[in-house]
């Protein structure tokens, strides 16, 4: 090369090499005898895809490995695409070749023009291609993965998985790496373990197939109640959730657990057909990578469910801020037996005293009409009459208390049936009493038998609202519905009714309540409902992410007479639905003194939620979040801007309780400092102290079964 090139040409390369960094930054192919992998980081999510066939095979951020599938196992993309010759056969990233990957700085794109079979054998006329995008979402903390089918081939799609995540790692610990939703949190790798007796009964059991599904939908009839889920423990994990809202179409989510691996596969499931020369589309998913606990990674999700979220009326001030509620049974609806009734009206006021002196400051009453008739009947002579119950409903309101009739509004008997040309077939599934052996569904008793007359039509709806506005207009401005069941279908229907039920109600009492037993579609019910009354223990449940997400309604849960319930339920901000019973009677028939240690729980609690009330009201729910490793007890956190509390029951024997809490990611401290202040359970301060880091390790002393203690964090 002549010398005087140099000069020219040395520049030139310069420029070339660094072009080759820098793309290699955005995109690196690593060449090793058996797999091409291709590269790329998106909001700080490290992802590593099979060159060949498109599938994610790692997915790695902040230090922790996530996903690490096998290049035989690894996916994002599966199809069910049934033949004659061989139902089960699949469409799937994992059975291609020759994927297309191009990458950005900001997203990732992979196409096939032919999806590879499960099997080789057959002969299918014609290609299904798929493109996959994966791209950084504007929050800076989420990836947003879409998906877009092409059926060319002369075959339906009759599923499809997407997101399908196979890999998964139990990188929180085989015993703390966690699933979660609104409602509860389950152990895959311990839960979905299969054990000797339960692979015998491999195909027809979920759990012993190494697999389960779950839906969202609505309190009652759904296992997620909304859309969003997490995987991971409190160091870290990934959320998920479709931008759906409303009546798009739910999916339910499945995990697998692989036997061979011990590593876990999440897919979302559309229920779709896909005809041939028709074209679908996913709609957006974001995945958000997260440190710390679900708290962190659910943040996206109540964006999302802020933009949508619109209530008719606020919800009443001493809802919004009160410890919860009574229920009482006035009767077993027996209005021919003289034993019958629990209570009468006139036992109102008494009720209404005791549940306000234990921070109740709303009362539910059931059983004093068959609900089942149409128009509503007046109340049964043994409970009082409509005047009765004015004069109560009035009296309880001197008291502090707002008192609210429960309300069938879809059952209606064989007497109304034909009202709406409908005929009673039932046996009487709902017919109970508490000597019916057994108590309900005795196959012999049929006094409840009725047939589902709403909650569509204008006849129905018209029914329903005179007898609401006859409650109204006698005193009686709240109102809470059985069985609040939304339709995706036009107006009249449950939701119209709601919002002229509330309007006529709000003339005559502003902080009228409306409330219901949720039961199908939470995104839909949350702007009418103020609290729910659904049916549930607190066992196996945990509703703090959908209380964390929704201010309203206020969820519910139904207590007997359990301190430990109380206390729990508390620190989770939950609507308690009070109803201490009698041995062998009806719900909500004792008196709430005739159990001290109830007594002096809920009073307790009550004094600390009013005490603390701005936690509760103004802060941000994080549950366990703020624990940088697992306890033994019970914790629920609250943040606000300048402070933190956190509430710790000893759900355990009596004993020393420790934990670790990590302030730094939700209380910022300019001198990694903070002031800590213990409380018991009482209010009483136990313990301050005037410095701590920002992770601290913490003990509570020793506590005695069911006991509290609540810790307020300010930084310094």
Not at 344 to 371: I, N, T
Not at 642 to 661: E, H, Q, Y
Request: proline share 7%; glycine share 8%; aromatic share 10%.
């Amino acid at each position: 090369m002549p010398c005087n090139t140099m000069p020219v040409l040395r520049p030139l390369m310069v420029a070339l090499l660094v072009c080759l960094l820098l793309s290699s930054a955005l995109c690196r192919t690593n060449m090793n005898p058996t797999t091409k992998t291709i590269e790329a980081t998106l909001n700080g999510l490290s992802l590593t895809f099979d060159a060949d066939t498109g599938s994610i095979l790692r997915l790695r951020f902040a230090g922790v490995n996530m996903l690490d599938a096998s290049t035989d196992r690894a996916t994002i993309l599966d199809l069910a695409y049934p033949i004659r010759e061989f139902e089960p056969l699949r469409l799937a990233s994992r059975f291609s070749h020759n994927a297309r990957i191009e990458v950005t700085q900001e997203a990732v794109s992979i196409r096939w023009n032919h999806l590879g079979m499960s099997r080789g054998w057959p002969k299918i006329e014609g290609d299904v291609a798929a493109t996959v995008t994966l791209k950084a979402a504007p929050d800076g903390k989420s990836v947003i993965m879409a998906c877009a089918i092409e059926n060319r081939s002369q075959n339906p799609i009759r599923q499809v998985l997407f997101p399908d995540l196979g890999g998964l790692l139990p990188f929180a610990g085989v015993g703390d790496t966690t699933f979660r939703t609104s409602a509860f949190g389950m152990k895959p790798f311990l839960d979905l373990a299969p054990t000797e007796e339960t692979r015998v009964y491999h195909y027809v059991q979920p759990a012993a197939s190494c697999s389960v599904q779950y839906t969202s939908g609505g309190r009652h009839l759904s296992d997620m109640v909304v859309r969003w889920m997490d995987f991971g423990g409190l160091k870290g994990g990934i959320s998920l959730f479709p931008r759906r809202w409303g009546w798009d179409p739910e999916l339910p989510v499945m995990l697998q657990l692989s036997e061979v691996e011990q590593k876990l596969r999440l897919m979302m499931l559309h229920a779709v057909t896909i005809k041939p020369g028709e074209s679908w589309q996913s709609g957006e998913f974001w995945l958000t990578p997260h440190t710390g606990g679900w708290a962190k990674g659910i943040e996206p999700y109540r964006a999302w469910a802020q933009q949508h979220f619109k209530r008719e009326w606020p919800v009443p001030k001493h809802v919004r801020e009160g410890l919860g509620f009574r229920t009482v049974w006035m009767s077993q609806y027996q209005p021919n037996d003289p034993q019958d009734p629990i209570y009468r009206f006139s036992d109102l006021p008494g009720l209404a005293k005791e549940a306000k002196e234990h921070g109740l400051e709303e009362m539910v009453f059931w059983g004093f009409r068959d609900e089942l008739q149409r128009p509503y009947p007046r109340p049964y002579p043994f409970i009082g009459t409509e005047q009765d119950l004015a004069e109560a409903v009035a009296a309880c309101r001197q008291v502090g208390v707002n008192v609210v009739p429960f309300v069938g509004v879809l059952l209606v008997g064989p007497e109304s049936a034909g009202r709406y040309d409908l005929k009673v077939t039932s046996d009487g599934a709902w017919t109970y009493h508490s000597e019916l052996i057994p108590r309900t569904n005795s196959g012999y008793a049929s006094q409840f038998a009725s047939v589902q007359a709403g909650p569509l039509g204008q006849k129905w709806v018209d029914d329903v609202l005179e007898g609401c506005k006859h409650l109204i207009d006698i005193g009686v401005p709240s109102v809470c519905f059985d069985q609040y069941l939304s339709l995706d279908a036009p107006p009249p229907n449950i939701n119209s009714l709601t919002s002229q039920v509330r309007a006529y109600a709000k003339q005559r009492d502003p902080e009228s309540t409306f409330s219901g037993e949720e039961l199908r579609n939470w995104e839909i019910d949350a702007s009418y409902l103020d609290y729910t009354w659904n049916w549930g223990p607190y066992e196996g449940k945990d509703y703090r992410p959908l209380t964390s997400v929704y201010p309203a309604p206020r969820l519910n849960y139904c207590i007997d007479s359990s301190p430990l319930a109380v206390k729990k339920a508390f620190s989770d901000n939950l609507y308690l639905c009070i109803m201490p019973r009698k041995p062998e009677s009806a719900n909500g028939s004792d008196s709430i003194a005739s159990h001290p240690a109830f007594s002096k729980a809920l009073k307790q609690c009550a004094a600390l939620r009013k005490r603390f009330l701005p936690f509760f009201t103004e802060g941000t729910l994080i549950g366990e979040c703020l624990l940088s490793e697992p306890c033994r007890a019970h914790v629920s956190a609250y943040v606000l801007p300048d402070r933190a509390l956190m509430i710790l029951v000893n759900t355990g024997p009596a004993g020393l309780v420790r934990f670790s809490a990590d302030l730094r990611p939700w209380l910022k401290s300019d001198k990694g400092q903070y002031r800590v202040s213990v409380f018991d359970e009482d209010g009483s301060v136990v313990e301050t102290a005037a410095s701590i880091e920002g992770i601290w390790r913490g003990r509570a002393g020793r506590l005695a079964a069911g006991e509290m203690r609540l810790f307020e964090f300010r930084p310094l």
